[in-house]
């Protein structure tokens, strides 16, 4: 089972993308879902994350109220809605996927997760 994240791309700050992460596989289910994000130089942080069975959602500070984090059920696309984007914005976004629910004070750690997307390019200029 393979993750593809898209949607990345270059907005004018205050713009708004949407990223997706999708399975190879329709039928496989992840419960939790996770984006992680990489700037040039930064170590790799948890943005947000969602889990079906809990229905737990976790945002980092920086993007609580800006970003939304949404699935349909858990063999569906994962969506990412990034609004009001900022330059510090900028990085590589991954997805990252796990069969079974990640407990709320885990899903920022990425060793928890199974799968891993290639990532997608988000560029925020100011």
């Known amino acids: 089972v393979q993750l593809q994240a898209s949607g990345g791309g270059l907005v004018q700050a205050g713009g708004s993308l949407r990223l997706s992460c999708a399975a190879s596989r329709r039928t496989f289910g992840f419960d939790t879902v996770g984006w992680f994000r990489q700037a040039p130089g930064k170590e790799r942080e948890a943005v947000a994350s969602i889990t079906w069975r809990r229905q737990d959602t976790y945002y980092q500070d920086s993007v609580k109220g800006r970003f939304t984090i949404s699935r349909d059920n858990a063999k569906n696309p994962v969506y990412l809605q990034m609004n009001s984007l900022k330059p510090e914005d900028t990085a590589i976004y991954y997805c990252?996927?796990?069969?079974?629910?990640?407990?709320?004070?885990?899903?920022?750690?990425?060793?928890?997760?199974?799968?891993w997307g290639q990532g997608t390019q988000v560029t925020v200029s100011s």
């Open positions: 990252a996927a796990a069969p079974l629910s990640i407990i709320l004070s885990q899903v920022r750690n990425s060793a928890r997760y199974d799968y």
